[in-house]
């Protein structure tokens, strides 16, 4: 794969503490990188001046001043992208650079992949704890009935796509929030596109946006995402 002919586009919600170990680590690659910011820190002070110091790496820092939600700030980014394939990756780190390369070389074969921490293959080199596990799994058990989507890890911060198949389904995309990679693999597999999951080596940071209150709106979403009445 080219790296050139790809984007990685970064949502960045109030990630100044935790966002330049993830640039640093992105400098390696060709890619074009679009750090989304719409908190209420430094992130895109922060972002602004690494790019800066690194005028070889073709890194844009997108700023807004109200909150976009983790999926309007992956639409923002992948508006903003020109290459052929586009990718979106967390910023916490919990997915290194290489794993993005990895799932970049698959879309030769494929119009889209995403990174999973639960098939065969895949590392946890830190694992979340015992109750987000089972939060995960509930959810995707959730996921799997509404929408039955035959993947085992929709919510993984790390996928790649091609740029064209995205165009086609980003006209009719709803979710802005922590739903929105649900709605977009729905959406992919309607069309009839190809998504494959690959197994991947995941690191739990901590620090995560998700609270308690977040999973029980996302499923509430979920279950309003399913039922709109859309004829997609």
Excluded at 85 to 108: E, I, K, N, R
Aim: glycine residues 10%.
């Amino acid at each position: 794969m080219d790296e050139r002919a790809c984007t990685v586009v970064i949502p960045a919600y109030n990630e100044e503490d935790r966002v330049l170990p993830l640039l640093a680590g992105l400098e390696q690659f060709h890619w074009r990188v679009i750090v989304v910011c719409d908190g209420t820190d430094r992130t895109a002070d922060t972002v602004e001046t690494f790019a800066a110091a690194h005028p070889g790496m073709a890194l844009t820092c997108l700023r807004f001043d109200h909150r976009l939600g983790k999926g309007g700030g992956v639409l923002a980014g992948i508006r903003a992208a020109e290459t052929a394939y586009v990718g979106f990756l967390d910023a916490d780190g919990s997915t290194a650079p290489d794993q993005m390369a990895s799932l970049f070389d698959h879309l030769d074969e494929v119009d889209g992949a995403i990174g999973s921490r639960w098939v065969p293959g895949a590392v946890l080199a830190v694992p979340q704890g015992l109750l987000r596990r089972l939060q995960s799994r509930a959810f995707n058990l959730l996921i799997r009935l509404l929408f039955h989507l035959n993947y085992q890890d929709t919510q993984c911060g790390a996928k790649v796509f091609r740029r064209s198949v995205l165009i086609r389904v980003l006209p009719q995309m709803i979710s802005t929030g922590f739903e929105f990679d649900v709605e977009l693999l729905w959406l992919l597999s309607r069309a009839g596109f190809r998504v494959s999951e690959v197994p991947i080596v995941w690191a739990d940071h901590g620090g995560s946006k998700v609270g308690g209150s977040d999973a029980f709106h996302m499923a509430e979403s979920l279950v309003k995402l399913r039922f709109s009445g859309r004829n997609v």
